[in-house]
């Protein structure tokens, strides 16, 4: 299984890392891929991915909740390591977020267009973040309709006439993780119309833990959870799950190939 979005560098796992790496193997997780947050979290997830090569794979973005006055700047600093002869496998983590704050909501747009751009120019797929911005991200991404774009619209958890609206973009796979499991989740209905050929596995590390660890720290080794969760609702064995999603993870970052 491949967990395509975890944020395996960040404080919560400095402690221990080795030891969550190991679960992450013993569950039966063979890559995980790690998306960028800002300038600051580069150079340790470039670090981490350097000691465990083979395994762990960074993006290169920056997140639209961290889009702030110096965003220029910090684009200008990203691309130039783009340019260099890099090590990521996606553009990520970039998109529009105006569920916390709307203040740059105009600086949020113009980040994504341009690291759309990276996108297209670099041949990368694209991990997108979106969040109370269903609207303006499908006008975005509308106007790229020309390129051959792909990638994942991560931490999906929206309506079937949503999943509809993105799944429109052929490139593009849904990034099902631990929200599946919540009770009251109304994503299992919508799930059951999506084909699994449409879906990539992920954690989002540590944030949204599977039930029963809800609340908890997430890691990459509860992707065993998301994908056993999947099982039940298609009504298959859960290696058919661990397979195809895994196919299309690896069609889609042939970077990390
Ligand atoms: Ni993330």
């Given at each position: ?7 395996l560098?960040?404080?919560e ?17 063979s ?34 909740t ?11 600093y ?18 529009l ?6 203040t740059?909501?105009r ?32 006008h ?16 999906f ?101």
């Open positions: 299984m491949i967990d395509t979005h975890s944020h560098y960040v404080e796992f400095s402690e221990d890392i080795d030891a969550v790496l190991e679960r992450a193997r013993s569950a039966g997780v890559k995980v891929f790690l998306p960028n947050i800002n300038k600051d979290s580069l150079v340790p997830m470039l670090d981490l991915c350097a000691a465990h090569r083979g395994f762990l794979y960074p993006m290169i973005g920056l997140h639209p961290d889009v702030a006055s110096d965003y220029t700047e910090v684009l200008d990203m691309e130039a390591q783009l340019q260099e002869n890099h090590p990521f496998v996606a553009v990520g983590e970039v998109g977020d105006f569920y916390w704050d709307k740059f909501s600086e949020q747009q113009d980040a994504f267009v341009r690291q759309i751009e990276w996108a297209v120019m670099y041949e990368l797929p694209l991990m997108v973040h979106v969040r109370e911005a269903h609207k303006e991200l499908l975005i991404m509308d106007s790229f309709l020309h390129e051959s774009l792909t990638g994942v619209f991560h931490c958890s929206g309506t079937m006439e949503e999943a509809r609206q993105l799944l429109a973009y052929e490139g593009f796979m849904l990034g099902i993780n631990g929200v599946a499991t919540f009770k009251k989740s109304g994503l299992p209905n919508v799930l059951q119309q999506i084909p699994l050929e449409r879906i990539v596995l992920e954690t989002d590390s540590p944030y949204l833990a599977p039930v029963p660890y809800r609340g908890k720290r997430n890691e990459s080794a509860y992707l065993a959870l998301v994908a056993s969760k999947l099982a039940e609702l298609y009504q298959i064995p859960v290696e058919t799950v661990a397979a195809r999603t895994t196919k299309n993870a690896s069609d889609l970052f042939k970077r990390a190939n």
